[in-house]
Every structure is written in C-alpha cells, then in structure tokens.
C-alpha cells in the first residue's frame, strides 16, 4: 500500500521504515527543515537499535523517502498516518495542536477516499472529536483508525516486530482489516474494538505501568522503615504470575516522554470528565518524590550539601538512549545546584542534550572518572551498564571522604562497595558501611 507517515520522531520514523520494510512505498513527512536535510542525507536524527540498517535498505531500494510537503504527499497515499508529538501541557493537558494542525490539512488536501491512522497517543474521545470537527467534513470519505503503539525508547524497532497486541479502533469492520494489513507479517494477537476504547487502551497501558513503578517505589521506602531488602522482596512478589517480575525495578523511578506525559494526561481528563483519579494522582506524587528523596539521602549522608562535590552517573531518561526528558538526573542535579552543591555529571550519549538542560556550573562529561575527582559523593542516576563495570577501587582513589554510594538503580553491588570502604545507600535497603 502507498502509505504517509507524518512526524519523523521515534514513532513515525520507525513506523516509516518498518512498513517500508514491509514492501509499502512510504513517505516519511517532516516539517522540521533540519530533520529534513538529515533524513534525506542519509543521516539519523535520532538513536534507535537496528534503525540505521532497516533505514538504509528501504531508501536503497525506493521503497522510503522523505518530503515537508504533506498536501502532496498524500495525492497518492491509501493510509496516511498520523505520528506527530502530543506534548504535554504546564496543566497537564495533552497539547494537540499538531494533530489538528495536520488533520486540518489533511480535509483540505483531501481529493480520494483514505484511511487515517492514528499513531500519536491522544486522549480518550480525541478520535471522535477529530471525526466530528474534521474528517466527516472533507469532500471526500475519509476513514478514521485509533491505532495506538506500544514502542520502547531504544528499542523500538525490536519492540515493532515483537507486540505483546496490535490493537485497532474503528468504526467498521473493513477498514479495521485493511489497517491490519500492515502489520501481516508480524505474529501477535490483533484485538479490534471501538476507537475509544483503543485510545483507553493506551493511557491504562501506560498508567498501569507507571503504578508498579511508583507502588514498588512505595513498598521499598517502607522497606528501608521496617529493615525489609526491596532486592530480596521485589522478586519474590513477582513471582506471583499475576503480578510479573517486569517493572518491579524500586529507584528513582520514572522519567521518558511517555509516562510523566501519559499519566498527567490521563490524570487532566479524568477531572475534565468530572472523575476524580486518586490512584494516578499518588502515582504522579510518589514519582515526583523519589527525586526529593535521592537529594535528602545525599544530604544526610554527607551532612550537608553546601560545598559538597558530587558526581551524577547518568543523564539519560534509561540507558542505551540520549533522551533526558523527565530524566530524574535532571531535576536533581538542580535541586544539588540549589542546595549549593558542586555538581559534575556523566553520561555516555546524553551530554549534548543535557548541556542545555543544566546551570551552566555543572561539569559535563562523557567520562565518568573525569567527573569523579574530589568527588565526596556519586549518584548513580541511570544504569548504564558501562557505570556498572567502572573499576571501583580507581573511583575511590580518585574520591575522597566520606566516599558515599547512592544507587539510584539499586544497580551495584553492596558488599562489593562496602567492602572497598564506601558508605553504600540505595532504595529499599539499609545503608551498608564497613565496620
Ligand atoms: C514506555 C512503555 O514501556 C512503552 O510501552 C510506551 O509505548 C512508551 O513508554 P519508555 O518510556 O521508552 O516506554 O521506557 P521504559 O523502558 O518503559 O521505562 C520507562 C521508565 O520507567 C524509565 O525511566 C525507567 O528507568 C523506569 N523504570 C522502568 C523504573 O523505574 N522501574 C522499572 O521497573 C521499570
């Protein structure tokens, strides 16, 4: 099928290229001038594993170009779908100016019956709306299909051919089935319903997620109360089949542009509709909270935080990506700032992004042992695996008293540390210290 995917972001650029992949002649939209010349160069705007290879072969073999030239690109499209950003909004409401930007031009463009694909997560009942102010208005039939993704940052493109479900919300059965087309050559269960109900299915996804993330949060702080280890009771609970191991991870928490935008999204509709979510809204709060509580954890281990030096492992959202959107590192490094510390931070592809995030008096550095001179204290914020690998005696030679550990991902090794005399504290377990 010829197909229009509009927004070259993480989404739409792997959407644009697994689908030509797929054998569909596929035109990637993007207004960004930059992103622009970058896709059409050869060169990646963005890190995704296995991107870079399926990107190639498909612009090798025509069957993928790019264009900022949507009302032409889509005088021959079939599908045309919509990935563009759905930021959130300083309220929490899901900015949708984008999406209507584009379905407007969309309407106006619009001169043969096609499909519409919603990628972008939005709201529950954005379909309907655009339906209603946009697409039943065009002078031609156009299709509506909520077709919401489930891709990981980083791993995106293993995660496109690897859905736990490929779910598809549509008014009739037909272009339901043609919409699932696309997705022939992937195995997983294909669940068609309604187009709400497949916008819901988004945000509950999400939101459940972010709920075992802040619930396991919860259950290790109390942990730390009680004399519990988190490392011994997260994995023991699940254990229990209907619980599941994944996202049982206690830490700082959440960052990425899906669930803080998610669940504050979700949360602003709730109360929109007249529907109090307490649930999420603790969710939201303990999340938040986990950041406040890595600062106080520094502070008291170091009695203080004016003049301290301290080094932050890790920028980055989660390894192996260098988006800091959310990143707990982030915040926290300025709450340090604030409280007069002396920052320096590392971290393996998120420098650039970061730099501009960050007081300028913070040190960057790709190196972590360059960031670690004189450091009094390291937070490690992201586990990179090569954090997890550093050499630990040269750290504490390079360090100096009273040579604290805050593990942010209960990712290192304890006994390890201690044993090289450091003052070892992570979330959910006691803080452990030789003698
Ligand atoms: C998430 C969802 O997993 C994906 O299905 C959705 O489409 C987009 O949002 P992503 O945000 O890329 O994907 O990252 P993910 O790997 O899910 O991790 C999300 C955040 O939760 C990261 O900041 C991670 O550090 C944190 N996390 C994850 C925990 O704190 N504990 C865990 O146990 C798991």
């Known amino acids: ?251 700082l928490g959440y960052g990425g542009s899906c669930f803080p935008k998610d669940t504050k999204g979700l949360d602003f509709v709730s109360t929109f509709n007249g529907y109090s979510f307490n649930l999420l809204k603790a969710v939201i709060e303990v999340n938040a909270k986990q950041r406040i509580l890595a600062v106080r954890k520094l502070h008291k281990l170091l009695g203080g935080l004016v003049g301290r030096r301290i080094a932050v492992l890790g920028l980055a959202f989660k390894p192996n990506t260098d988006d800091i959107r959310e990143a707990p590192a982030i915040d926290i490094i300025r709450y340090l700032v604030d409280e007069g510390a002396e920052v320096a931070a590392a971290d393996p592809l998120a420098i650039r992004n970061a730099a501009s995030q960050l007081p300028p008096c913070v040190k960057l550095s790709p190196d972590p042992y360059e960031v670690l001179h004189g450091a009094q204290a ?3 914020a992201t586990e990179w695996p090569q954090f997890i690998v550093l050499d630990w005696g040269k750290v504490k030679g390079l360090m100096r008293e009273p040579f604290v550990i805050v593990d942010g991902r209960n990712a290192l090794d304890p006994e390890k540390l201690t044993e090289l005399g450091f003052i070892y504290c992570g979330f959910g377990v006691l803080p452990k210290f030789r003698g």
């Open 378 to 380: 390291v937070l490690l």
């Open 1 to 251: 099928m010829k197909i229009v995917v509009v927004g070259m972001g993480y989404v739409g650029l792997v959407a644009a290229c697994c689908l030509a992949r797929s054998g569909h002649q596929v035109i990637g939209v993007e207004s960004a001038p930059e992103k622009l010349s970058k896709l059409r160069s050869g060169i990646l705007p963005l890190y995704e594993e296995g991107l870079e290879e399926v990107y190639r072969k498909t612009v090798e073999s025509q069957h993928l170009s790019f264009t900022d030239d949507l009302r032409e690109a889509i005088e021959v499209a079939d599908i045309i779908m919509i990935a563009v950003g759905t930021p959130s909004l300083p309220d929490g409401r899901v900015d949708l100016s984008q999406v209507y930007e584009v379905s407007g031009t969309i309407c106006e463009a619009a001169d043969h019956p096609f499909i519409v694909v919603m990628k972008s997560t939005v709201p529950p009942g954005t379909g309907k709306y655009l339906i209603e102010r946009f697409f039943s208005k065009a002078r031609v039939p156009i299709s509506y299909v909520s077709n919401p993704e489930f891709l990981r940052e980083g791993i995106a493109v293993w995660d496109w051919y690897h859905p736990d479900r490929i779910v598809v919300g549509c008014d009739d059965a037909r272009t339901a089935e043609k919409v699932l087309e696309l997705y022939s050559d992937i195995e997983a269960p294909k669940v068609t319903m309604d187009i709400t109900s497949a916008e819901m299915v988004k945000y509950a996804s999400n939101a459940f997620l972010a709920t075992k993330i802040s619930f396991i949060n919860e259950i290790a702080n109390l942990c730390e109360l009680v004399g519990a280890d988190i490392k011994a009771v997260a994995p023991a609970v699940g254990m229990d089949k209907r619980i599941g191991p994944h996202f049982l991870q206690a830490g």
